[in-house]
């Protein structure tokens, strides 16, 4: 990955993970996080992939980025310095879902050798 996706990776996860905190109600009891941005080689398209605690209202607060993504996408174009500036996509992290499965089991087997 070229150093120029690196810093738009970055750059775009911090100022949308800004606007979503000043901008955006999520629902309550919940802590969702961008885990990462990924960019298309050129810069078309990225996927913003997010973490929601507890995993039950995942689903949910993807569908809510994903209704006002329009402003979203918009707030973030006046913000960015650059073009052209990528579309914008949510999807939830399923990486973080696995590694708690598999700590979960692990967890179990060492129980069950005491």
Do not use: C, H, W
Not at 20 to 37: F, M, R, W
Not at 50 to 74: D, H
Not at 75 to 86: A, C, D, S
């Amino acid at each position: 990955m070229s150093k120029r996706i690196e810093r738009v990776n970055s750059l775009i996860q911090k100022e949308l993970g800004e606007i979503i905190l000043k901008d955006v109600e999520l629902p309550q009891d919940s802590l969702t996080t961008i885990t990462g941005v990924r960019t298309s080689i050129d810069l078309a398209n990225a996927n913003v992939y997010i973490s929601v605690i507890p995993q039950e209202r995942a689903k949910r607060t993807v569908e809510i980025l994903n209704k006002i993504i329009y402003g979203l996408q918009k707030t973030l174009n006046e913000k960015l310095r650059m073009r052209p500036i990528p579309k914008i996509r949510f999807v939830e992290e399923k990486q973080n879902i696995e590694a708690a499965k598999i700590e979960g089991l692990l967890e179990e087997l060492k129980k069950e050798e005491k």
